[in-house]
C-alpha cells in the first residue's frame, strides 16, 4: 500500500514553484486506481516525486510505502522496494542491450533480497516465458533498450519489465499515449494479467479509452496539485462526457 | 605529374606537416607516449584473407571475384593524393612504399579480411559496376602504420567496410580516399582504442547522381592514448547524401578531436548532409576537439551538423536506475552503450562480434 500524505513538492532548482500542494491519496493493495487530471495538474510530478527523481524537493509531508517512509531511499532503492514507473517517454539508451539491462535490473532486485544473481543462461528461460506473456517478439531481446522502438514497442517494453521485476506497485504515466487501438489493447491485457490481490497498479492516464480495457477499482482527479475528487469507474465516464471545467469551477471557484 | 622519386625520402625524416587542408592543430604530437593496451586475440573472429604490411599484399585465400595487381600504376592516384598535402599520403606514397591494387569484379560471397600489420603503403580497392562487397579491415599495428586506402566503386555498388583497431599501441595513420559513382553506396564503420597516435582520415568525394555515403567512427579512449578523425566530404553532384555519426568516450588523460567538413559544390541540388559528433569527457584531464564544419556552395539542399561534448546523459541514468541499478552501473552502462552504439551498426557479423569483443 501506498500513503501519499500532505506532500507538497517544487522544482529542486527553483523551490519558489510548487508543483504539488498538499496532496493527499491513499493506494490500497490489490486495488487499480485511475488518476486523471487537466494538462499541467502535476500527475507526472507526482510519478517522479514518489520515484525519487532528484530535479524534485519534497518540502513537507510523508511518502510511505508499507507504512515505512521512503524519504531517504534514492531512486534504486524505491525500486527494489518494489515501486516500478512505467513511463510516458522510455528512455531510449543506445548501445546498451535489451536482455542484459533487463538481466541487471532482475539481478539488482535479487541482490536485495540477498538472493544470489542470474547468469545469462539462468535468465534467458525466465525472460522468455515474459515475453511470452506479453506477445513480444524475442528479436526485441537483441535490440539495443527502446532504442529505435515504436512508441507501441516502447510501451510494451515498459510492460514486459514490470513483469520481469514484478513490482508490487506499478506506477503507469499515460502509458496508452501514442499507442494505436491493437497496441492499445496488448498493453491492457498486459495490465489485466498482471493485476493481482497483491499488487497495486495506478493508471495516470488522460483518456476513457484506457479504462474501458482495464476497469479500475478507483478514480481520482488530480488539478493544480491536490486532489480535488476521488469517486468509482463512473467518475471517469462523467469526466469523458463533460470534461473538467464543472469540477474545476466547484473546487476552485469561476478563477479555476 | 608527380615523380614518386621526388618523394624519395625516409619515413623518418618527414618534416611536420605544413598542411595546406589538413588541421592538426589537435593532435599531440610531441607528446605521444606509451600506451599499454590489453592484448586482444583477433584470430578467433575472422580468418584473414590476406595480409597488408607496407603496401605489399600476402594472400591467404581472396574471396571468389577479387583479384589482385602488385604493380599498379599509381602516378594519378599519388598525384591527386599529395597535392591535398595530407601528411599521412606523403607518408604513404614514398618511393619505398609498396602499393597494390585489389579488384572486385562482381559480388562476393564472403567478406574479404583484410589482415593490416603496418609499415607504410596504399592499398588501392577497385569495385566495379553492380557489385556487392563486404570488407573487414583489421589494423592490427604492433609497432608503426601509415597506409593509405583507395576506395573506388562504380555505379550500382554497395561496399561496406567494417575497420577494428585491434593493436595500436604506437603509432597508426591511416589516409582513406573514397569515390562514390551514382547509384552507388559506401558504408565504412570504425572502432578503435586508440593509442600513442591514432589518426584516420578520411576523403571522400560523392561523384554523381545517388551517390551515397555513411560513415560510422567509435573511439573509446582511457590511460593517454590519442585519437583523431578528419573527414572531407566532397558533394560533386546533385542528389547525393552522406550520413556520419562519430562517437568518443575520453576517459583519464586521453586527447581526441573530430576535424570534419561537409563541402556541396556549386549544382550539388537537392543533397542531403548529416554530420553528428557526440563525445562524453569522463575526466577533467581528457580533452576533447570538435569542429564540425559544413561548406555549401548551393541552394535548396539538406544540410545539418551537431557536436556535443558532455557527462553521461542524466536521464539515461535516471531511466536505467528507476529499474534498481545502482548509480555506478548505470553510468557504466551508459558509457560502454556510447560506443557500442557504433559496433552494433556494423556491417558484417564477424565485424560485429570483433568489434563488441574489442570494447569488452
Redesign the interface.
Known amino acids: 500500500m501506498l500513503e501519499i500524505k500532505n506532500i507538497c513538492a517544487s522544482l529542486a532548482e527553483n523551490e519558489q514553484t510548487q508543483i504539488l500542494k498538499d496532496l493527499s491519496i491513499t493506494f490500497e493493495t490489490g486495488k487499480v486506481h485511475a488518476i486523471m487530471g487537466p494538462n499541467g495538474s502535476g500527475k507526472s510530478t507526482l510519478t517522479k516525486v514518489v520515484a525519487g527523481h532528484e530535479d524534485y524537493d519534497v518540502t513537507s509531508g510523508q511518502i510511505l510505502l508499507d507504512g515505512v517512509d521512503i524519504e531517504e531511499r534514492n531512486i534504486e532503492e524505491r525500486a527494489t522496494d518494489g515501486l516500478f514507473i512505467g513511463f510516458q517517454y522510455p528512455v531510449e539508451v543506445p548501445g546498451v542491450n535489451n536482455a542484459e539491462f533487463l538481466r541487471l535490473a532482475y539481478n539488482a532486485k535479487r541482490a536485495a533480497q540477498d538472493q544470489e544473481e542470474l547468469s545469462m543462461d539462468d535468465f534467458m528461460p525466465l525472460l522468455r516465458e515474459k515475453m511470452a506473456e506479453v506477445k513480444m517478439d524475442e528479436v526485441f531481446l537483441d535490440r539495443e533498450l527502446n532504442s529505435g522502438f515504436s512508441g507501441g514497442q516502447k510501451k510494451r517494453n515498459e510492460i514486459l519489465q514490470m513483469f520481469v521485476l514484478e513490482p508490487a506497485l506499478a506506477i503507469l504515466d499515460e502509458t496508452d499515449s501514442g499507442l494505436d487501438i491493437d497496441a492499445l489493447r496488448i498493453v491492457a491485457e498486459g495490465i489485466n494479467t498482471y493485476r493481482s490481490p497483491e499488487r497495486t497498479i495506478v493508471l495516470i492516464t488522460h483518456y476513457q479509452r484506457l479504462l474501458d480495457l482495464v476497469q479500475p477499482d478507483a478514480v481520482h482527479v488530480l488539478a493544480k496539485g491536490r486532489i480535488i475528487a476521488s469517486g468509482g469507474p463512473e467518475l471517469a465516464l462523467k469526466l469523458e462526457e463533460s470534461g473538467y471545467d464543472d469540477l474545476l469551477a466547484e473546487t476552485f471557484g469561476t478563477e479555476g | 605529374m608527380l615523380n614518386l622519386t621526388e618523394l624519395n625520402t625516409s619515413l623518418q625524416d618527414i618534416p611536420a606537416p605544413d598542411a595546406k587542408h589538413e588541421d592538426w592543430r589537435f593532435v599531440d604530437r610531441k607528446n605521444q607516449r606509451e600506451v599499454l593496451q590489453p592484448t586482444f586475440s583477433w584470430q578467433s573472429y575472422a580468418t584473414p584473407s590476406c595480409t597488408l604490411q607496407d603496401g605489399a599484399l600476402h594472400v591467404q585465400q581472396l574471396p571468389e571475384n577479387v583479384s589482385i595487381c602488385t604493380n599498379p600504376d599509381i602516378d594519378d592516384w599519388v598525384s591527386e593524393q599529395i597535392n591535398t598535402g595530407d601528411y599521412a599520403a606523403r607518408w604513404s606514397c614514398t618511393a619505398d612504399a609498396g602499393c597494390t591494387q585489389l579488384t572486385i569484379e562482381a559480388t562476393t560471397d564472403t567478406p574479404l579480411v583484410i589482415h593490416h600489420t603496418g609499415g607504410n603503403g596504399r592499398l588501392l580497392i577497385d569495385v566495379r559496376e553492380n557489385v556487392q562487397a563486404e570488407i573487414i579491415l583489421i589494423n592490427d599495428i604492433q609497432e608503426k602504420a601509415c597506409t593509405g586506402f583507395d576506395l573506388v566503386v562504380a555505379p550500382h555498388s554497395r561496399v561496406t567496410v567494417d575497420e577494428i583497431d585491434t593493436a595500436s599501441g604506437t603509432q597508426l595513420y591511416t589516409h582513406k580516399t573514397i569515390r562514390v559513382a551514382g547509384d552507388a553506396e559506401v558504408i565504412w564503420n570504425s572502432i578503435s582504442l586508440g593509442g600513442a597516435l591514432v589518426r584516420h582520415a578520411a576523403i571522400v568525394e560523392l561523384l554523381n547522381p545517388h551517390a551515397h555515403c555513411t560513415l560510422r567512427n567509435g573511439f573509446s579512449l582511457q590511460g593517454n592514448a590519442q585519437a583523431h578523425s578528419f573527414v572531407r566530404l566532397y558533394h560533386r553532384s546533385p542528389q547525393t547524401s552522406c550520413q556520419q555519426l562519430f562517437k568518443t568516450v575520453a576517459d583519464d588523460e586521453s586527447l581526441t578531436s573530430f576535424d570534419g567538413l561537409v563541402h556541396m559544390d556549386e549544382g550539388a541540388d537537392e543533397s542531403e548532409a548529416q554530420q553528428r559528433n557526440a563525445n562524453l569527457q569522463l575526466s577533467d584531464d581528457a580533452r576533447v576537439y570538435s569542429m564540425p564544419q559544413l561548406d555549401i556552395f548551393t541552394d535548396d539542399v539538406i544540410a545539418n551538423h551537431g557536436s556535443s561534448i558532455g557527462q553521461p546523459d542524466g536521464?539515461?541514468l535516471?531511466?536505467?536506475?528507476?529499474?534498481?541499478?545502482?548509480?555506478k552501473?548505470a553510468r557504466q552502462?551508459?558509457i560502454?552503450?556510447?560506443?557500442?552504439?557504433i559496433?552494433?551498426s556494423f556491417s558484417t557479423d564477424a565485424g560485429r562480434t570483433l568489434a563488441l569483443a574489442l570494447l569488452g
Not at chain 2, 535516471?318 to 548509480?327: A, E, K, T, V
Not at chain 2, 560502454?336 to 552504439?341: C, L
Open positions: 536521464e539515461e535516471w531511466y536505467l536506475r528507476s529499474r534498481g541499478l545502482s548509480l552501473q552502462l551508459v560502454g552503450g556510447f560506443v557500442t552504439e559496433a552494433h
